[in-house]
């Protein structure tokens, strides 16, 4: 591999190099504004500095980082301060230092527009090579991974990992005097990974010591995003491990400095590397910026576009659709599909409880991934009768998962995740061991086979097992946890889908929100906010989820609980629908007069969703968080989310009255209108429209008054444009 300044190949706003300064070997990464130099010194990857403001340090000053201080720079020990940039540990013996430097070189991303810069390192006592990978995109993030290959003549055990660390921030107080120095650092993430609370976002003052967040359930409900704030300095952190297994993030606040690691979390060995074997670490994504919350979240977003969510398929880059679980045989489900139809849903999924040997309740029998004989006209009958009503088509499935009572279980209980006493791993169902390579198959060939023989138009994956700490295969005289070897073969499989069938649409869900990591979304088009989505914890899971995800991403599953209806007034839960992909779990009984204003009014939401929300939601909207800190229980008065075209011509917000106390109105002022346009406003509620600049919507704001609790507003702009 060869050193040198890259020639620009790429965008811009990217700009990556390798060169030797003084016994260093040094790379520089810039994307957008985000600078960062790292180097090898005294045989140890280290972080030098960070910037968010798009300025490279001088070379003088960065020469002699590590040996004075350098007008208010601390000095850079890597003896005191955690600077390593990885970590990684193998047979016991942590690979912290004595590492030489092989090369470095860029190769090509793999998604357009993107740039992979590879330093190659030698380790001087294992036989072990890692390639730290580092793609720019041209946004103020970065994501990084490793690539570590057993050159050994015996396997090794991979018993931790963080493919990044290192430090963030060593703030002087001195550089903003008069602010405390005391509680430098905050950090915000989703609290909650139980069921049902997606969106617990809070945020927590960082003690001076070890912060470390474990998720240890296996699926859990609070994804792994994180945020951190540099409190003197204004300078906003995001940071996302694309991990969808147990996993663990420490930060330490030490003296004025900020640090973290982070990385897969199970019973080690995490993996056995086999003799020549190369395995790839998670990504990591981190963005360093210079902005407010809102300002962040645009570059985050940006940044998930452009390196993470796959682009959606031709003609399926935004739709409505209908969605039922099968609850018992007969025709009804043709009625559904008519109802769904006539209210202008534009997609049907047969959710679950479609398979088996016989008809019984939606989680017995998973595992058989054969139609049964209850459906009319089985399955190609009802995806005709969907494709006759211009409909597309989708199917659920839990590939995954196996229960007792599924032939599959009796025929091979031996695919059975289990421990190490034989217990088989999985609660609400019984996970497959896809380290079994048989299993594995099973797994893989289900999934292709019902994707390519029911002709499906999208696909929803599933997965509400939870199996904890997981289990372990003996493998070359290691117990080596399972999980590591679980989603190679699951983002592989997932991988090849998106190769084979770039025409499906996937849906990622896991029992509601359960996997919404990087590693599945990289692999998805969109995922499921909750299950638990009555409102207002509905409006507050997608305020505090689209921190993280672009609203296109996320779709939220409307009258998902029985009783939801209930919660709000007709057209408050209605609103919530404009906010993500809605998918309608129906529409209430059959024999329902639908020429009342139950209907008619759901009607008017699904059309206001095609006709005006679309345009701006499949174009990559601007969202602007008026209470980004709500999160799911922090006490709340309102709820404001405000979503608009890149162009400004058109944007869209919703104001939500959370609880009855405090004031009865609350003042909006929109921010992603331009305020040298004028604008059509329309105030939902009363069906008013008028005239006003952006200038006095942005600075004089519209005053929204709503008088009781669990209540809403919906205000739509558009551009007037005037000829010549």
Known sequence: ????????????????????????????????????????????????????????????????????DNFGIPKLDPLAQPLAVFELEIDGQLLHNRWEWVGAAE?????????????????????????????????????????????????????????????????DPAWNPGVPANGLYRLGYMCSEKWGEEGDFAWHALPQEHYRIERSNNRFHGSPYWVLRNELTGELCFVALAWSGNHAAEFAYRGNALSFRLGPLAPSPLRVIEPGEMVISPEVHLGMLHAGMDGAVHAWHQHIRASVLPPRPEGKEMYTIAARVVEQPGD??????????????????????????????????????????????RMAGVRQHIH?????????????????????????ADWVLSTDDGREVGSFGLGLNLANPDAAKYVEDSIVAVIRDFKLDFYKTDYNITTYEGGQNLRDG?????????????????????????????????????????????????????????????????NSMTLFLPPEALCYYHNHIPMA?????????????????????????????????????????????????????????????????IGLFNPADWCVLEYAAQDRTRAYAGVFRLSGHGTSEYLFRPRGLDLAREYTVTLDNSRQRFRLSGRELAHSGLSVRLDAALTSELLLFEAIHHDG
């Open 388 to 412: 006759d009503k211009g409909m597309l088509f989708g199917l659920w499935l839990e590939p995954e998962a196996v229960t007792r009572t599924s032939k599959l279980y009796r025929e091979h």
């Open 107 to 171: 190769r090509t991303g793999a998604r357009l527009g993107t740039a992979e810069a590879v330093i190659e390192l030698r380790h001087r006592v294992r036989p072990i090579t890692v390639k730290v990978v580092t793609r720019l995109d041209g946004s103020p993030v970065l994501a990084r991974w490793l690539e570590i290959t057993n050159t050994g003549q015996a396997p090794a055990a991979l018993s931790h990992v963080s493919p990044w660390s290192g430090m963030l921030w060593n703030t």
């Open 565 to 629: 209806h209930q919660t709000a007034d007709l057209e408050t839960h209605l609103r919530v629908t404009l906010f993500a992909t809605p998918i309608y779990v129906g529409f209430g009984a059959q024999n329902a007069d639908r020429s009342g204003d139950y209907f008619e009014t759901t009607r008017r939401y699904i059309e206001l969703a095609k006709t005006f929300c679309r345009p701006i939601m499949a174009h990559h909207p601007a969202v602007h968080h008026h209470t980004p800190d």
């Open 478 to 542: 290691y117990a080596e946890h399972e999980s590591w070897r679980h989603f190679e073969r699951l983002y592989h499989i997932y991988d090849r889908v998106r190769r084979e069938y770039p025409q499906v649409a996937l849906e990622n869900c896991a029992g509601g929100g359960g996997r919404n990591d990087l590693g599945m979304m990289s692999r998805f088009h969109y995922c499921a906010e909750s299950d638990y989505s009555s409102f207002p914890r509905s409006i507050r899971q997608i």
């Open 1 to 68: 591999m060869k050193d040198s300044f890259v020639p620009p190949s790429h965008p811009g706003n990217i700009e990556l190099g390798f060169h030797p300064l003084g016994d260093m070997h040094v790379a520089r990464y810039v994307s957008g504004t985000l600078v960062r130099e790292e180097a090898l010194a005294h045989g140890r990857m280290i972080g030098l500095y960070w910037s968010a403001t798009g300025q490279v340090q001088r070379e003088n000053v960065t020469a002699t980082l590590m040996e004075q």
């Open 332 to 377: 009804w489900i043709l009625k559904e599909i008519d109802i769904a139809a006539e209210m202008g849903c534009e997609a049907f999924m047969v959710d679950a409880g479609w398979y088996g040997e016989a008809f019984s309740e939606w989680y017995e029998h998973r595992g058989d991934w054969f139609e049964g004989d209850w459906l009319p006209g």
